[in-house]
């Protein structure tokens, strides 16, 4: 099956920086999403974004199908953007590891 | 619309016991699915249904069975629970026929099995 890679697997940030995070695919995809998962365990849809660039808010996405990855882009972060980033992949929805990410005030 | 809904919230199970976690959704979507998140581990596919009659295996399916009678619901078999089965299982829906549109997920299903 396809394989999906993030990273980094940890980032910690302080108040007010700027994120990049990325999600590798090994094969063609015709359906990806960005999650995350706040401390309480809720996972929140970001964006459905297969292709193209998409922005709402602090945070926006980008995945380039040809080159087989997508990166979320977190800006002047705050601390309730803590929690776990998941991508996934396709129509089974296969998900990465997820990075986790940690915004200290 | 209530969206996503799993029941029950939490369960604890001996081993050999069974139990159906059950899930439903009410914006007629298509596809569901079943996931186990293991603690600090992602979420791995048990089965998914494009479709009421039709279910399909994910990576994860040994010790489990579903069945996808009608849209809405898509509840999920443990038949003998063993220890390895403890995990958080999230239920998810998706109506892969309308763009744009993303998956869905319930607030999840915490098990312990001991």
């Known amino acids: 099956g396809i394989q999906v890679e993030q990273s980094p697997p940890d980032l910690i940030l302080q108040e007010g920086a700027n994120s990049t995070l990325r999600c590798n695919f090994s094969?063609?995809?015709?359906?990806l999403q960005w999650f995350h998962q706040n401390p309480w365990g809720q996972l929140i849809n970001l964006f459905y974004?297969?292709?193209g660039t998409k922005q709402n808010g602090r945070l926006s996405a980008t995945t380039v199908a040809t080159e087989r990855y997508s990166l979320l882009y977190i800006s002047s972060s705050q601390t309730t953007d803590s929690g776990v980033y998941f991508c996934?992949?396709?129509?089974?929805?296969?998900f990465g590891a997820g990075t986790t990410v940690t915004v200290r005030a | 619309n209530a969206g996503v809904t799993q029941t029950p919230k939490f369960r604890i199970l001996k081993i050999g016991q069974s139990m159906t976690l059950q899930c439903t959704q009410d914006?007629?979507?298509?596809?569901m699915y079943w996931y186990r998140q293991d603690p600090g581990m992602g979420l791995k596919l048990i089965y998914y249904?494009?479709?009421?009659?039709?279910?399909d295996k994910g990576e994860v399916p040994n010790g489990y069975n579903v069945s996808r009678s009608t849209t809405e619901d898509f509840p999920l078999r443990l038949e003998l629970a063993a220890p390895s089965q403890t995990s958080v299982y999230f239920c998810?829906?998706?109506?892969?026929?309308?763009?744009?549109?993303?998956?869905?997920f319930g607030n999840g299903t915490r098990l312990t099995v001991t």
């Open positions: 974004i297969p292709s």
């Open positions: 094969d063609s995809v015709n359906n």
């Open positions: 249904s494009v479709g009421a009659g039709i279910t």
């Open positions: 914006m007629n979507h298509n596809y």
């Open positions: 996934a992949v396709r129509d089974k929805l296969s």
């Open positions: 998810a829906s998706y109506p892969r026929r309308v763009q744009n549109s993303p998956l869905h």
